[in-house]
């Protein structure tokens, strides 16, 4: 369940994963061998001796991208976050889990956190390693842009982002797992999507790594949330695969448009009306 609490250990905000990823002391981040960075050039020991056998992870939001409008942009939530964290308190768990994330991602076109990061996956594919994007964003039809996985491949085309596709030529659906609003986890062309919170990126990992046949004998996973980071590291666990796992940071720092109170909370009312509308139709098409 995503977490809408004050936590102890200093005033410590968590109204969505999405938006704050803090850890409790003695919590979850205290399980997971990681390393806290807030560029990407602090891993270059560990992206060079990549190989062959080695399988590189990016998250997607906040990690490798973030949307160019200024209400979606972390470096603007510290200033909102008393009315943030009242937000979510009113909203539906399914809908402040998922549905209002997916709105937030697509609201406008992506921008890269990192300018260097075509650059760096290119190396690393001269090197011989796999590379995805492994992003925990609903899948399937999604209001004003279409279908989410042609959404977002569209989006990191555009931004230079060439990634590996273990030769998978169609849209591979995972249907391992249940439905969920209708669809499954999906990927093509090299970004993975779970589908919603209700299952983890390493289950997903497991299941598609199952599907294409393939392991690698080391996993290196940046992520801005622990708790992806302690499921890819159970699964790399249970499978006797090196995980090395940062926890990235420099979302916080990156470059943000300025917005006023005014128009921040407006935006954002906006974007909830939305997420209701189709959270509200959803449920209709189910009953």
């Not at 390493?202 to 499921?231: C, H, Y």
């Not at 499978?239 to 990156?254: D, E, S, W």
């Amino acid at each position: 369940m995503i977490s809408k609490k004050l936590l102890l250990g200093g005033l410590v905000l968590v109204v969505s994963t999405y938006f704050y990823n803090f850890a409790k002391p003695g919590g979850i981040e205290k399980e997971i061998q990681y390393q806290t960075i807030g560029s990407f050039q602090e891993a270059e020991k560990v992206l060079v001796a990549a190989d062959k056998n080695s399988l590189v992870i990016l998250d997607a939001d906040f990690t490798l991208i973030q949307p160019n409008h200024p209400a979606c942009q972390m470096a603007n939530f510290k200033q909102n976050k008393d009315y943030i964290h009242a937000f979510f308190k009113k909203l539906p768990e399914e809908v402040s889990r998922d549905i209002f994330p997916t709105f937030w991602m697509t609201r406008a076109p992506s921008v890269l956190i990192d300018a260097k990061i075509p650059t760096i996956i290119k190396k690393l594919k001269d090197q011989g390693a796999n590379v995805i994007v492994l992003s925990a964003i609903i899948t399937g039809s999604f209001p004003e842009v279409g279908d989410i996985l042609n959404w977002r491949l569209n989006n990191l085309n555009k931004l230079g982002v060439k990634l590996s596709s273990f030769g998978v030529k169609a849209r591979l659906k995972l249907t391992d797992f249940n439905l969920y609003r209708g669809n499954y986890p999906e990927f093509e062309n090299g970004v993975l999507l779970t589908n919603g919170k209700l299952v983890t990126k390493g289950q997903v990992l497991e299941k598609f790594l199952a599907k294409i046949k393939w392991q690698p004998k080391t996993i290196i996973f940046f992520d801005d949330e622990g708790r992806n980071l302690k499921s890819m590291q159970e699964f790399a666990k249970n499978h006797n695969i090196v995980f090395k796992g940062f926890l990235y940071k420099g979302a916080k720092n990156a470059k943000a448009t300025p917005i006023s109170e005014k128009d921040f909370k407006k935006e954002w009312e906006i974007m909830k009306a939305k997420s209701l509308a189709f959270f509200e139709l959803g449920k209709k098409a189910r009953a």
